[in-house]
């Protein structure tokens, strides 16, 4: 502003500010002048008056005058220039006033050009029309479109008379008292009186001379109504079929679905189309893409994932194909679908079976080996013992070895089992020793982040069991707590009596009335939504992403537990833990028999024939049966030993062989 500039303050500021006439009647020494005092009177100029320029409410400049004397510009000097300055500022307006004119007619006629450009090359029919209905403007798609010669026939032809039916005139009048009128759908008549499908919008808006007119355009979408028509009658030939179909537009919406797709799905048909095909398939974009584009070049066969409306996963399926409109052009896509969900799983299971029983084979085939490495371990160290004074520390150090050995063995002998399907033998056991050891390895097993705490209750009664399977149940059990707690927590075991009557029996599966002992795994893991309980127990379920897991231990624990005739229970919350309960029909406490004591085992004189393909158990046997007394004769080579044997078949009392 003059107030924030340098000459905020000079002549011409203050004149422009005040919009009165300012005289200088001492330029040399008034300080108003300072700005160009130097100038001033290097001309030789002793007073000057500056008037301002007023156009309307605003300045438009000053008018400046100066004189050689003090005295020239009294009151009348100064009414005159005042008039003056009227004079040229009138002038300033009436200039600014014609360029105003020219430069807008200029912009009208500019508007005029590029709106008869853009009418023109439009793809769609534009016609404007007064609003008594006589048409005043047209493109060339529209004389086109309707069939005319030139735009002057198609201007002899009220806007109206296009229209097949009345009752259609009459629809668009409704529409249009709104202000506009948006994708009416219509049919029109062409000049030779054929018919076709259109697309109208149309909007009233001020012409040039500011009188209303109606800016229309349509489209013809008599294409796009015969494939809709198409699809009708298609629909209608397939909505009883039973098998999926599904029918979507080159955007990948739905356009129809036949009432099989729907029910695969969970949803009503009207819930379905509109949607995009995305809708039933989350998260399968790039596989959805991939059929989409290879369907419009073709077809496409696969197989895709869907999510049914109860959140239920399906494995579908697909055979796609494009479907295409008289000149070849792809239109839509439809796909036939098959719900091939219970087949996959049938085939994962079938796999799955057919791979353990696989590991079965492996597992006893290195159980085999693994006893062969045990007979010579044992026996020998059983060969030591013999010559270890009682009471010796030597003798306590190999007869640990010796129990560690046999729980070796008994590890083969489970191995074994599990490798042939086989029920081990039930018997009276008490649990808590079984469960006390399996702790122990757990203890060596597990993460230090993990706190294990035991609850095992005295004088727990004894159930019939399998040690084997029950050591089973407990270590798949707590395997899966640890999988649960990857960040640490606490696994408590705890094991007691409980008594059950009726009531408390029958809220437990399978349970009945009576005494029973209870096995109890819990965790403060990340716990179980609802959905992830109910399949718990499902054969080959599983939470874990692929080599985590197979799905089998709680269903191999909830096997194993009903063939006992007990019963396993769990209770869970999302982020709370979870917890495990085995109930084990109680049996009377195991008789205590005499102590066991080993009978001594006498020898012979007769000849044997000791056959291993294993040197040391060769060995270990050899040296065994001679200190019993026996003549031994050893082969490492089955072969051999046959040779042998036939060439002396009376010479041995006793073959041995593996």
Known sequence: TWDDSERGEDAIATAVKTRQPLVVRDIAHDPRFASCREEALKRGYVSSVTLPLVVGERVCGTLSVYAGTSDVFDDDEVDLLKEMAGDVAFAIQSIEDEEARTRAEREARE??????????????????????????????????MLGYDSKEDFLKVPAAGHYCEEKDRERFRELLGSGSVRDFEVRLRRKDGTVFWASVASVAQAGKDGAVQLVKSFQDISERKRVEEQLKLFSQAVDGSIDAIVMADLDGKLTYVNRAYADMFGYSREELVGKNISFCHPDQEPELEEAMKATVEGSWTGELTGRRKDGQLLRMAVSSSRVVDGQGNPVARMANVRDVTELKRHESQLRQAQKMEAVGTLAGGIAHDFNNLLVPILGFAELALARMPEGSKAREDVTQVLKAGERAKDLAAQILAFSRQEEGERKPVQLAPIVKEALKLLVAALPSTIEIRQNIGPDTRAVNADPTQIHQILMNLCTNAERAMPDGGVLEVSLENVELDEERAATIEGLRAGSYVRLTVSDTGCGMDEETLKRVFDPFFTTRGPGEGTGMGLSVVHGVVESHEGAITVDSELHRGTTFDVYLLAVESIAEGAPETKERVHGGSESILFVDDEAPIVEMGSETLTRLGYRVTTRTSSVEALELFRFKPGAFDLVITD
């Open 111 to 144: 508007s005029d050009r590029r709106f008869r450009a853009l009418m023109e090359g439009a793809p769609v029919g534009i016609s404007i029309s007064t609003p008594d209905g006589g048409v005043t403007e047209v493109n060339a798609a529209a004389v086109r």
